[in-house]
């Protein structure tokens, strides 16, 4: 089946430094990628949208020079939280759709948990 | 603004019975429906979808039913097992020729625990 993978699922680093993530569809290519975020107990938001070749599209409220996308090619997506501060800690997921378009799921990666001190 | 809602933030079934998880939502552009499962600390699995063309679609022992009318959808699990125990996510996407990208809205969640 289709796999995502996100790394690293880890991540605890102090208040003013850039924490890259990157999200990679392992067995097939996507044009498009999701980049979410989840707080305890909530929903998944859509942050921001990757495009391969493009621009990233964000979501209102979401701080485009703040969270740094990059979709340099049909496999990878990377999400950059430039000068991360407490009030960033989260669990951030990404997803992918197959190139095949149309109605098709988007797979998740198993998300990174960021912990900023 | 919540446009897809799960009302029931938990439920708890027994082993072998059937689970009946809920979801309501409130954009009539809505066209494609979805629902995940996730354990703590990973990512969501994809389980089951649905489009709005029809109103119920089974894959094993999970049936998604689509009620256009009435903006609701829901998932049956039947039998209920132990690791069918996580959080689901029900999302929605409008497709790109109604404007929506297919981005997906998410739901709040219901946690699910089936009791042996």
């Known amino acids: 089946g289709a796999v995502v993978s996100q790394h690293p699922s880890w991540v605890i680093c102090k208040s003013g430094t850039s924490v890259k993530i990157e999200c990679r569809s392992l067995d097939f290519q996507a044009t498009t990628m999701f980049w979410y975020r989840q707080f305890p107990k909530q929903s998944l938001m859509l942050m921001a949208t990757?495009?391969?070749?493009?621009?990233?599209?964000?979501e209102q409220g979401v701080e485009k020079d703040k969270f740094l996308i990059n979709h340099a090619s049909l496999t990878l997506s990377t999400l950059t939280v430039t000068s991360a501060h407490p009030e960033d800690s989260s669990f951030y997921i990404c997803s992918a759709r197959d190139i095949g378009g149309g109605n098709q799921p988007q797979h998740f990666g198993d998300g990174t948990r960021l912990s900023i001190l | 603004d919540q446009q897809v809602k799960q009302n029931s933030p938990s439920l708890s079934v027994q082993e072998g019975r059937i689970s009946i998880l809920n979801c309501d939502y409130t954009n009539s552009m809505f066209d494609y429906f979805l629902w995940y499962k996730k354990y703590p600390a990973e990512g969501p699995t994809f389980l089951i979808s649905?489009?709005?063309?029809?109103d119920k679609n089974e894959d094993g022992r999970f049936t998604v039913f689509l009620n256009k009318s009435a903006k609701h959808l829901s998932l049956h699990i039947v039998p209920s097992q132990p690791g069918d125990s996580a959080v689901y996510f029900c999302?929605?996407?409008?497709?790109?020729?109604?404007?929506?990208?297919?981005?997906?809205?998410f739901g709040t969640g219901t946690q699910l625990k089936v009791e042996l």
């Open positions: 999302a929605a996407s409008a497709s790109i020729l109604t404007g929506g990208g297919n981005k997906l809205t």
């Open positions: 649905i489009s709005s063309i029809k």
């Open positions: 990757s495009n391969e070749g493009s621009k990233a599209t964000y």
